[in-house]
C-alpha cells in the first residue's frame, strides 16, 4: 500500500547574501522569512511540534471522492517524527527515529490485524529532510548535508517573491517563494511535479504556524490528488517519549 504521508513533505532582486559570523552565506530574504514566523529565540529555542488535526484526501480517479481521517504529526530535533492517520478503514502510523524508519498499518476494528514493515535508505532521506524543513525555519541546512540556493526573483499569485531551493541531496528538493515584502512564505514546489500551499494562521509558542496546508501530487499513473491538513491543535516543545519514534518490537506487537 503507498502510504501518502511519505509524499507529504507538512508544509518553506539579484540574488544577495551575506555572511554572519559561524554561519554558511544565507539569501538576506531568510532573515526576513524568519521574522515572520517568530523571533530567533523561539525558532532556535524549538525543540518539538505536536500537530493534531483533521486530513482529507481525494479520489485520483475521481475528485469528488474523498477520505477524511484524524492526523497526528509529532517532530523532534534532530530526526524524529511520527505521523498517524485514523480513519474508520485504517490506522497508518509512519515514523523515523534516526536513521530507522518504519511504518504499520492495522484494522481500527481488530488489533490482532496489522503488517509493519522497515523502509528503505531512499525513504528515510526524504523523512529525514522533512523532519529538518519541519523544524529548522529555514537555516542550517548544510549542516545536515544539504545547501540553500537563491533563484532570484520572480512572481507567485500575483505576489512579488523570492525564489529559494532548500537542496536536501538527488530528488529532495524544496522551492520556496517567499513575499519580498514581508517574508512570508507563498508557496512551494517539490521535485516530481507536487505543490504545497499554506493557508490561515495558528500561534503557538511565539511561532506562526499555518491552519492548513494543502498539497497537490501525482501519483503514477500521472493523475493527480489533493492532501488537505487542517490543524487544530498545536503543541511547542512538549516533553516526548522515546518510544513514540522507536521501531516497535515483537513484544509491542
Not at 514566523?37 to 483533521?54: M, Q
Not at 512572481?155 to 517573491?161: E, F, K, L, P, W
Amino acid at each position: 500500500m503507498t502510504n501518502p504521508f511519505l509524499r507529504l513533505l507538512a508544509a518553506g532582486a539579484v540574488a544577495l547574501a551575506f555572511v554572519v559570523p559561524g554561519r554558511a552565506a544565507e539569501p538576506i530574504i531568510l532573515n526576513k522569512a524568519r521574522a515572520y514566523v517568530g523571533a530567533d529565540a523561539a525558532l532556535d529555542g524549538l525543540k518539538s511540534l505536536h500537530y493534531t488535526g483533521t486530513i482529507v484526501s481525494t479520489d485520483p480517479a475521481d475528485p469528488t471522492k474523498q477520505t477524511r481521517s484524524a492526523m497526528e504529526m509529532i517532530f523532534q530535533k534532530p530526526d524524529q517524527q511520527r505521523i498517524m492517520a485514523t480513519s474508520d478503514k485504517l490506522i497508518e502510523v509512519t515514523a523515523l527515529d534516526g536513521y530507522d524508519g518504519w511504518q504499520r498499518l492495522q484494522d481500527p476494528a481488530d488489533p490482532t490485524k496489522w503488517r509493519q514493515s522497515l523502509l528503505g535508505s531512499d525513504q528515510i532521506k526524504r523523512l529525514r529532510a522533512q523532519a529538518w524543513e519541519n523544524l529548522a525555519f529555514y537555516r542550517g541546512i548544510e549542516r545536515v548535508g544539504g545547501r540553500v540556493e537563491d533563484q532570484g526573483p520572480t512572481s507567485m499569485d500575483g505576489v512579488a517573491c523570492q525564489k529559494v531551493a532548500f537542496i536536501h541531496g538527488p530528488g529532495i528538493v524544496f522551492i520556496r517563494y517567499f513575499d519580498v515584502a514581508t517574508g512570508r512564505l507563498v508557496f512551494t514546489e517539490l521535485e516530481g511535479g507536487g505543490t504545497v500551499k499554506e493557508q490561515g494562521e495558528i500561534m503557538a509558542g511565539g511561532i506562526r504556524f499555518p491552519k492548513s496546508v494543502i498539497q497537490t501530487s501525482k501519483n503514477a499513473a500521472g493523475q493527480i490528488f489533493t492532501l488537505t491538513l487542517t490543524f487544530e491543535k498545536i503543541l511547542v516543545n512538549e516533553v516526548l517519549s522515546p518510544k513514540l519514534f522507536a521501531v516497535p518490537g515483537l513484544s509491542n506487537r
